[in-house]
């Protein structure tokens, strides 16, 4: 079945910081890809996502690459900042009537100044 | 434009106690979903509608009933409620077919004693 996994949290950064959060998948067909955020006592918003291989991802200076040939979907951002302290989740929607999503454990991410 | 609503925010219930947590969407969306929350775990599918009519199960349905009661409105009922049931409990909504993005409710605390 389809799978996502995701670097272990969590991961503390200095502001200004860059940082990546590694996620790779496994998958029939050709899923899309996500990364959702969510901040303390939140439901979770769609951060980016890409829909084939290739594509890449942005949002608020995050950034990921749908790469087929290494089933990764890794997030980057140059330059944190104390408001992007959350937990992040990347996510993987395969074939099917509906738009299941098979998540990864989620990583939490703490910046300080 | 409320998005996903859910209700109630918080519960505790003694096990053996039923309840219903309630969730509706005003984005005219096809398919609706339930998920729940457990540290460690990433969110993990209960139930899904891929459409108005149709329910199915998801990667955890045990101890759960749903019912769509209309396009806009998913219900998830906990009929003998558990501790194991002790989890922050998500809707989210999604456009017809495979691979779209959801949008979720602000989610359910719920707590079995």
């Known amino acids: 079945g389809d799978s996502v996994t995701q670097m272990e949290g969590p991961v503390t950064l200095s502001e200004e910081a860059f940082l990546t959060i590694n996620c790779t998948y496994t998958?029939?067909?050709?899923?899309?890809l996500f990364w959702y955020v969510q901040y303390p006592g939140e439901g979770l918003q769609l951060l980016l996502k890409a829909t084939k291989a290739d594509d890449k991802g942005s949002n608020k200076g995050f950034e990921a690459t749908y790469r087929k040939e290494t089933t990764s979907f890794h997030l980057e951002k140059g330059s944190v900042q104390v408001s992007d302290s959350a937990v992040y989740f990347c996510a993987l929607s395969s074939t099917g009537t509906a738009s299941k999503l098979t998540f990864g454990t989620g990583t939490r991410l703490q910046v300080t100044l | 434009n409320a998005g996903v609503t859910q209700t109630p925010k918080f519960q505790v219930l003694k096990t053996g106690q039923s309840m219903t947590l309630q969730c509706a969407q005003d984005m005219n969306h096809n398919s609706m979903y339930w998920y729940r929350q457990d540290p460690g775990m990433g969110l993990r599918l209960i139930y899904y509608?891929?459409?108005?009519?149709?329910?199915d199960k998801g990667e955890v349905p045990n101890g759960y009933n749903v019912s769509r009661l209309n396009k806009r409105e998913f219900s998830l009922r906990l009929e003998s409620a558990a501790p194991s049931q002790t989890s922050v409990y998500f809707c989210?909504?999604?456009?017809?077919?495979?691979?779209?993005?959801?949008?979720f409710g602000p989610g359910t605390r719920l707590t079995v004693t």
């Open positions: 509608s891929a459409s108005e009519g149709t329910t």
């Open positions: 989210a909504s999604s456009e017809a077919g495979a691979r779209r993005e959801q949008y």
């Open positions: 998958a029939t067909g050709y899923p899309s």
